[in-house]
């Protein structure tokens, strides 16, 4: 007899941002009067450090259905609900050598966890009882098979040390003859039985058990139990049987780009599909733009290769792109969580994926009204190196954490700072405390969830004229392109 699964599909990720040139060049500004006009370099002045390879994404169409089909855990159709209880004292003798038919708790044969039970019932509703011991928190499996022309279920009970009763914890008792039963249970320290019973017909059976008392996530082998996602963050854990599979549960939004790293231990061997709530698939290294929806990441064991006291690596990062593959140049936070994006002609900006809307308006009311108002206008553009920030007194881009400076505003993490020029940014002013303006520069603060302008911080007569704008920059930004080339 065996007890036969089907399982494919190893993963491991790397991620690389390659090489690339701004097809267009890139744009330095020149301060003409009161404008600012956009002048196009050679290309040789724009080399990338860093563009991502959008090629190299991969998308659903890129899995395989695995030949694949789960086992049923736990599954009880039948519930034991005769009353059992022990003497422990009559227990005393019993051992794995001890003749006595162990048809009834209190002949139970005492087992150790990592053994296998071959045993025979002769008729139809006998009973055979096993007892183990657990010394501390420890993840059990028993896996059983049986003849074809028998159904045997599974039961797991707690001893009440106390008074002796024996407490239903678990088990799987799938109806149906020839019929794997399989449970998983969490079991604390404690005195434990194992009682089969033949539902229908007679036979023999093999069991399998195991313990695991190494990995702090389980139970977690189905999508009820999954492990959360943790961002950036690699976990480990361990296999502790053939029967282990460890669900990995990650929600993908719009605009997600997920990197997907997964290392095995020397010495095992470890597959991992992803399962969609449909499908199973194979998955292979790489960087994916998956669909929206639910995934489950399930590792187990391919072969009798696994270990408990050996860790296996997961790690799952997230970050949003737009789905442009011209919009290549970037820069980002470390951890990627803030992303603002743009292509090679300057015509379209993005950040987390979401198209950027540079314009703005806002009243506030100050012993009188103030109308702020950011237009787009046909020549406006976005201080991307650094030459165009020197001329324009500005900053390259970068992120920041900023707080609400008023009663009714909002405060924003990550929040995108970018400079313009070109553009036509004004304030109406009816307050007698602060002055309007025009200008054809603006330094904005942009809401990187959604892609809007949420204020302007310079120049801003309230911030110009005592008001005060909490904020602190978000530090080790960086850009995957020169902008600061040596001519």
């Avoid at 678990?170 to 969490?186: D, R």
């Avoid at 997907?260 to 790489?286: A, E, H, S």
């Avoid at 206008?377 to 992120?399: C, R």
Wanted: aromatic share 12%; proline share 2%; hydrophobic share 35%.
């Amino acid at each position: 007899m065996k007890i036969r699964k089907k399982m494919a599909g190893t993963i491991a990720m790397i991620m690389a941002l390659s090489l690339g040139y701004n097809a267009g060049g890139p744009v330095v500004v020149h301060a003409h009067e009161n404008a600012v006009i956009t002048e196009k370099l050679g290309e040789t002045a724009a080399s990338q450090e860093g563009v991502i390879d959008f090629s190299a994404i991969k998308d659903n169409e890129d899995l395989e259905v695995a030949d694949y089909l789960p086992s049923d855990i736990n599954d009880m159709e039948k519930i034991c609900t005769e009353d059992y209880s022990v003497n422990l004292v009559d227990m005393a003798d019993n051992t794995e050598d001890n003749k006595t038919v162990n048809d009834n708790p209190n002949d139970a044969k005492a087992i150790s966890l990592g053994t296998q039970v071959y045993d025979t019932v002769a008729t139809e509703l006998e009973q055979r009882w096993y007892a183990f011991s657990v010394a501390k928190a420890t993840k059990f499996t028993a896996a059983m098979v049986m003849d074809d022309t028998a159904d045997f279920d599974l039961y797991v009970y707690k001893l009440n040390e106390t008074d002796g009763t024996l407490e239903l914890v678990g088990g799987s008792a799938i109806v149906g003859a020839g019929t794997q039963e399989l449970s998983m249970l969490k079991l604390d320290e404690g005195i434990y039985f194992i009682g089969i019973e033949a539902a229908t017909g007679n036979g023999s059976f093999l069991m399998y058990t195991y313990a695991g008392v190494n990995d702090g996530k389980e139970i977690n082998d189905t999508t009820d139990l999954a492990s959360s996602y943790v961002r950036n963050s690699r976990m480990t854990a361990t296999i502790d049987s053939p029967f282990d599979y460890d669900y990995y549960k990650v929600v993908i939004s719009k605009n997600d780009i997920l990197e997907y790293t997964f290392d095995q231990p020397t010495g095992c061997d470890y597959k991992v599909l992803v399962y969609d709530g449909k499908n199973y698939y194979t998955i292979n290294n790489g960087t994916y733009r998956l669909n929206t929806g639910t995934y489950y990441f399930i590792v187990m064991a391919s072969s009798m290769n696994y270990s408990d006291d050996k860790y296996y690596g997961i790690k799952f990062q997230k970050y949003k792109l737009a789905d442009d593959e011209n919009a290549k140049y970037m820069w980002y936070t470390p951890d990627k969580e803030a992303i603002f994006q743009f292509d090679g002609s300057r015509t379209n900006f993005y950040v987390n994926g979401n198209p950027i809307d540079f314009t703005y308006e806002r009243t506030v009311k100050s012993n009188g009204n103030i109308y702020f108002n950011l237009y787009k206008t046909k020549d406006q553009n976005v201080v991307l190196f650094q030459s165009e920030a020197m001329q324009v007194m500005q900053e390259v881009p970068t992120f920041i954490n900023v707080s609400a400076p008023f009663s009714g505003w909002n405060s924003y993490k990550n929040a995108l700072v970018v400079g313009l020029f070109n553009t036509n940014w004004r304030v109406n002013s009816f307050s007698s405390n602060y002055d309007g303006l025009t200008s054809n520069c603006a330094t904005v603060i942009i809401d990187s969830d959604t892609g809007k302008v949420v204020d302007v911080m310079t120049p801003n007569p309230l911030y110009d004229n005592g008001v005060v704008l909490h904020w602190t920059r978000v530090s080790g930004v960086q850009a995957n392109y020169n902008y600061d080339p040596v001519d």
